[in-house]
């Protein structure tokens, strides 16, 4: 059987057990360069489990958490009941040029079809400022080295078009966003130890979270149990009380709108 397309329908409780704690590891360098909110807009773009919208609001922002996931949308209203999270996705957003103060997206330009066409989006809807990240170092590595312990052929990394995609550094998310008309964007590297439970490892790839979940779900039950058995035996032999520190990277950018433009 081949592996199936990478889709996010359905995987909201399954992310929230696993992922949801990696993406937030970018939530307090974002905050940081936002700062307090005092009462202004923000809107919170691919906002999925609704973690960072709500430190956002403990800011002082007034925040707009959009998600086009209904199952990540059904998380956030039981973690987060505070906050109210609508439907909504880049590239196209209903709001008035210039309709909010700031805007964030953590983790959501790695994922569209149109990085650029996203990036334009976001900085015509923000009045101030712009922030987003992407991934330089994700977990995808680790799923690749349990193929290949499994025997199996890893998924194909799902690039993009050459016309459409664009280098994976801090160097490289610059001129991407800078195609997309940001202005003189700020981008940084963010380095942090997620010290991964194996549990939580295993309900994003059982849960079909991400290209490593779209990729399990799409293998018979003989490929699956190997793939089992390749990820339980690295965890014996690398993890600490069933907990595995693994390195992640993430390119964070930040805008401050040109008022010439």
């Known amino acids: 059987m081949s592996p199936r397309p990478n889709s996010w329908s359905g995987v909201g409780e399954a992310y929230a057990a696993s992922y949801a704690e990696l993406c937030a590891g970018t939530g307090a360098t974002l905050r940081e360069l936002l700062g307090a909110g005092d009462g202004r807009t923000l809107l919170d773009v691919g906002a999925g489990t609704g ?47 210039g309709a909010f103060d700031a805007v964030v997206a953590n983790f959501v330009l790695n994922h569209v079809p149109d990085p650029r066409a996203a990036a334009a989006e976001l900085r015509r809807v923000t009045r101030d400022a712009a922030a987003a990240t992407i991934w330089i170092r994700s977990p995808s590595w680790l799923w690749a080295e349990v193929c290949e312990r499994a025997g199996l052929q890893a998924a194909p990394g799902g690039r993009l078009p050459e016309d459409k995609d664009f280098e994976r550094t801090a160097d490289g998310f610059a001129r991407m966003l800078q195609d997309g ?56 032999e690398r993890a600490s009380d069933g907990v595995l520190a693994l390195e992640h990277v993430a390119a964070v950018a930040v805008m401050r709108r040109d008022p010439s433009l």
């Open 181 to 236: 008309g940001w202005h003189a964007p700020d981008v940084v590297e963010k380095q942090w130890i997620w010290n991964a439970p194996a549990t939580a490892l295993w309900a994003s790839v059982e849960g079909g979270v991400a290209g490593a979940g779209a990729y399990y779900l799409g293998l018979d039950a003989p490929d699956r149990a190997r793939f089992r058995s390749a990820f339980d035996a690295l965890i014996v």
């Open 51 to 97: 973690d960072l919208a709500a430190s956002f609001v403990t800011d002082g922002w007034i925040v707009d958490p959009r998600e086009p996931e209904a199952s990540m949308r059904a998380v956030a209203r039981q973690r987060h009941p505070e906050i109210r999270i609508t439907e909504g996705a880049l590239p196209r957003l209903p709001d008035a040029d």
